[in-house]
């Protein structure tokens, strides 16, 4: 019984978590700036890798979490920008993979100046076989996406366009 019962944190304390920890971090840390933000390949030795970013900046304060799985970064958010509304709270959610960690990661970092960490999980085979089943279910229910059909891709302020010129990333809406 005592397993199966959690105590969650109220949500908008979860939400400050991934900041909290980077201003931590920050704060105990004697980093010397040169200038290069260049994310450098390490051996994470996971299956699944989670990686959570945050920054200090604006909306990125909130941090937003990834997953690595099978050679591919999986993201949701609302990288459809033409489709923002409510002072750019709401908008169609858009579901993205990239093949391509290192390069994600160093646009992540450039683009918004983010702190990522990157956090590896070992799976048993079972696991893994699990994992898969449900991200096949959860592409079965997408519609690839194109990213020109952000209206703000011709102002040349897409997030989508940007994140694609730099890691080629896949986009999808869903169906339902």
């Not at 019962?5 to 201003?23: D, G, Q």
């Not at 093949?99 to 070992?122: A, E, L, M, R, V």
């Not at 079972?126 to 592409?139: A, G, P, S, T, Y």
Request: net charge positive; hydrophobic share 30%.
């Amino acid at each position: 019984l005592k397993r199966r019962i959690r105590i969650t944190l109220p949500k908008f304390i979860e939400a400050i978590i991934p900041y909290s920890m980077m201003v931590e971090i920050n704060r105990n840390l004697s980093v010397r700036k040169t200038g290069s933000y260049a994310f450098e390949k390490m051996d994470t030795k996971g299956d699944l890798n989670i990686l959570i970013h945050t920054s200090n900046r604006g909306f990125n304060r909130m941090g937003h979490m990834d997953i690595y799985f099978d050679g591919k970064v999986i993201s949701y958010g609302n990288y459809d920008e033409g489709s923002r509304y409510f002072n750019q709270l709401f908008g169609d959610g858009v579901l993205f993979t990239t093949n391509n960690k290192t390069q994600y990661i160093n646009f992540c970092i450039d683009h918004s100046k983010k702190t990522i960490f990157d956090f590896g999980i070992s799976l048993t085979d079972r696991q893994k076989e699990r994992i898969r089943n449900r991200i096949d279910e959860l592409f079965a229910n997408t519609v690839q996406w194109n990213y020109k059909d952000d209206k703000k891709y011709y102002d040349g302020d897409s997030y989508a366009a940007k994140l694609y010129k730099r890691t080629k990333a896949k986009f999808y809406k869903f169906k339902k």
